[in-house]
């Protein structure tokens, strides 16, 4: 390598000089005048002036990444040292240097032309002495020549790629590309070539365009569906000493539809029991599709055999089987086996492989029923049976029947649903299924009566059926027509003779065939009533009008007319209803004005008016009774009237102490005794006395009786039997207190003198309400520190 780049800045020296001593001396037009020059004569006479030139740079080229001691340029002076040569520009003094006596000019680094194609400088010549400049400025370009330094590159490290399978050979798959960053105009540097260095012999790559082809027939995504292909891109026009560079490329088959379904075996066995219910599922099949996503969607059918209306298959498209289901009810007894022939086909069909057709297989499926225990079977579905109303108890209304289907034929035992017959209108026998009724039927309170009879095996209980039976009653004529409605008829006084007042029509609670016609009439016995008629209208209504004129409200105000019904039931039945008639008061043109036949009397006598102010004056009379009743009783008196100040609400004191219960003349006895009820008693307010009470003389004491006993009692007596007694309690004092008593004292009058086992100090604890008990009864050292 060395000596070729030595070799090469040969040449280009050589040239150089050659190309600078060719202008020199072929004296271009773009030549630089000199300080020297000549004339020279032109084609047509004139005379040109041009310019002697001592050295001439127009451009020249540089190797790429070369570096040696070989100048790049050098020119011709005289070489007395007076020109100082002067270089500028595009990396001067930094990557070009200029010899100032020579004018070499040399690279200081290697030069890539990738990042920098050429370089635009100016070299001038100057006096070294003073550097006045001997010539204008002298612009050139340095060229960077390129070089084959850099590799084809694919615009992505790995490509991914489909094609379809059972392509044609030549099938474009993708096209790869590279690039190259030498110059293109020069030399074959970056003239790629593309080469498959994996992937044969499945795909080729076209050497100039990078586009991959499929190159066999009928690739089977099947059989293989990924491929990984190597391409090589070589510039050089793929010559050897070309650099080169690999890309991967991973082709992928798609699919599409070339190959059938296909069942793995030939014949499918089932089992169904019989009973199944419609639905069901009874088993599935499956036929293998190989191609993948809609190619390999199958729908199964049924196309032919003895179980086509028994039968049904559907598609699970998440399994991609058919489910064969139930479509009608077995009965092994009928029939023990069933074969279906069931169709397996692509949905979607590839119009380009249809030769490798059919897309569609077939098996045979082969459905054995098994034996189940039933239920008993009613012949009929429902049964509905009529019975007339009335009628007697014990009547056949029908009979149901019931059989077991098994090969066993059990006997059945029939029954009546309770929750469906609450009332216990019917009852079945249970050996032959025959209904009867209980009691009598009433087709106005129950036209149909529906009920369920249940049917169960004698000797399998729980194996039970279930039939609805609707039972009509049929009607009879018994019930006789009444009115519609409750008629309330009014007649005016002014009425004309044969004039209609009201039309009244009927109602029957029978059927249709024994209600209308109705026929309407007066009872024989008033058929010539002197004041009303009646006319049947034949359409079941009547019409009621008024015989005669002049009636009265004075006379009679209320007529009742008696009207006869009758149906057109067989026999026919009647009802005799009375109408009320009353006569009002009309005006001329027949409106109403008044029914009240008091009302027509008071008028001769007071207004309305009048009548309304005499209850009004009634109205307030009583309002002032009730409220001086009221006012009465929320006036309260004192329960006890006093005659005098009571003495028991007084407290008494006396300073003198008698003598004990030996001392009887100390103490007055008087002063114990109530002074108001020796002379008399206290009436009460509160309560009324059953009788008056008496003192009696004899229990009353002498003022000067000293037996105290005595005493006590009989004023307790007294207040026992005294109904006039206060309700409340009356303080009592007594001041006297014995001595010598062998119990001894039990008075608390001379606590506070004395000396008590008791502790009362935890009065002081409760707080300043019980601050006068804890000075009362405190200990002796509280006391004293409180005083």
């Not at 590799?151 to 489909?162: G, S, T």
């Amino acid at each position: 390598m060395k000596e070729d780049n030595c070799l090469h800045a040969a040449l280009i020296c050589l040239g150089m000089l050659y190309y600078s001593h060719a202008i020199t001396t072929e004296k271009l037009n773009h030549v630089r005048p000199s300080l020297h020059g000549h004339h020279e004569k032109g084609k047509e006479g004139q005379v040109l002036h041009r310019s002697k030139r001592g050295w001439v740079w127009n451009q020249f080229f540089v190797i790429e990444e070369y570096t040696g001691p070989d100048p790049l340029h050098s020119d011709i002076d005289s070489g007395d040292g007076n020109i100082k040569y002067i270089l500028s520009g595009e990396g001067a003094g930094i990557i070009f240097v200029i010899d100032d006596k020579s004018g070499n000019i040399h690279a200081t680094k290697t030069l890539d032309r990738e990042e920098r194609a050429q370089y635009t400088l100016t070299a001038q010549a100057v006096d070294r002495n003073t550097n006045r400049p001997l010539e204008p400025p002298s612009e050139f370009i340095v060229k960077v020549q390129d070089i084959n330094d850099n590799p084809p590159e694919f615009l992505h490290e790995n490509y991914h790629a489909n094609v379809p399978e059972r392509s044609n050979v030549g099938t474009s798959v993708i096209q790869v590309t590279a690039s190259d960053a030498d110059d293109p105009t020069y030399g074959n540097s970056a003239k790629l070539v593309y080469s498959i260095l994996e992937g044969q012999p499945y795909f080729s790559v076209e050497a100039q365009t990078g586009i991959i082809r499929t190159a066999l027939p009928n690739m089977d995504r099947e059989a293989k569906e990924e491929y990984h292909v190597v391409i090589q891109a070589k510039d050089m026009g793929g010559h050897m000493g070309g650099l080169s560079g690999t890309t991967k490329v991973t082709i992928t088959l798609t699919d599409v539809n070339d190959n059938p379904p296909k069942f793995p075996q030939s014949v499918y066995q089932m089992s169904v029991s019989e009973a199944a219910v419609p639905g069901e599922e009874v088993g599935r099949v499956k036929a293998k599709d190989p191609d993948i996503g809609e190619n390999g969607l199958v729908a199964y059918s049924i196309i032919d055999g003895d179980g086509m209306d028994m039968f049904e298959i559907t598609t699970d498209y998440e399994t991609q089987e058919g489910v064969v289901k139930l479509k009608k009810v077995l009965d092994f007894e009928t029939k023990k086996s069933y074969s279906l022939k069931v169709e397996a086909a692509n949905v979607h069909i590839d119009p380009k492989f249809i030769s490798n057709g059919p897309f569609k297989d077939t098996v045979t499926v082969k459905i054995t029923v098994e034996d189940a225990d039933e239920p008993p079977v009613f012949l009929k579905p429902s049964y509905i049976f009529e019975v007339q109303e009335n009628a007697a108890s014990g009547t056949v209304v029908g009979k149901v029947h019931a059989k077991d289907p098994d090969a066993a034929n059990s006997a059945i035992r029939y029954s009546i649903d309770r929750h469906t017959d609450l009332e216990r209108y019917f009852t079945i026998n249970a050996d032959d299924g025959n209904i009867k009724t209980i009691k009598a039927l009433d087709r106005e309170e129950i036209a149909w009566h529906n009920i369920s009879v249940f049917a169960v095996e004698v000797h399998k209980q729980h194996q039970e059926a279930k039939v609805p039976v609707a039972i009509k009653v049929v009607d009879v004529n018994d019930n006789a027509p009444k009115f519609a409605a409750a008629y309330e008829a009014f007649v005016c006084e002014n009425a004309r003779s044969n004039q209609q007042f009201i039309t009244i029509s009927a109602d029957d609670k029978d059927d249709s065939a024994n209600g209308p016609r109705f026929i309407f009439s007066l009872p024989p016995e008033i058929i010539h009533n002197p004041n009303f008629t009646l006319r049947d209208n034949r359409d079941n209504t009547a019409s009621v009008l008024v015989r005669r004129e002049g009636f009265s409200r004075q006379k009679q105000d209320l007529y009742l007319l008696p009207i006869v019904i009758s149906d057109g039931g067989l026999p026919p039945m009647s009802s005799t209803n009375t109408l009320t008639i009353r006569v009002c008061g009309c005006d001329s043109n027949g409106s109403l004005l008044s029914c009240n036949a008091e009302a027509y009397i008071l008028n001769a006598g007071l207004s309305t008016g009048a009548l309304i102010a005499i209850l009004a004056c009634i109205v307030i009379l009583l309002v002032i009774v009730v409220l001086f009743v009221t006012l009465k009783r929320q006036k309260k008196e004192p329960l006890i009237v006093f005659e005098e100040e009571d003495v028991r609400e007084n407290i008494i004191t006396y300073d003198d102490e008698g003598g004990g219960e030996e001392d009887t003349e100390a103490f007055d006895i008087a002063t114990l005794q109530n002074p108001d009820g020796i002379n008399g008693f206290i009436p009460r307010k509160d309560i009324k006395p059953e009788y008056q009470y008496m003192p009696r003389p004899g229990l009353r004491p002498a003022p000067n009786s000293v037996d105290v006993d005595d005493f006590i009692n009989t004023r307790i007596q007294e207040a026992d039997n005294d109904p006039t007694a206060p309700p409340y309690d009356s303080i009592q004092i007594y001041g006297y207190e014995g001595r010598g008593s062998v119990a001894g004292s039990l008075s608390s009058l001379e606590s506070a003198t004395t000396d008590s086992d008791l502790d009362y100090d935890y009065l002081q604890n409760w707080g300043p309400r019980f601050k006068k008990l804890a000075d009362l009864y405190g200990s002796k050292d509280t006391f004293d520190d409180d005083s």
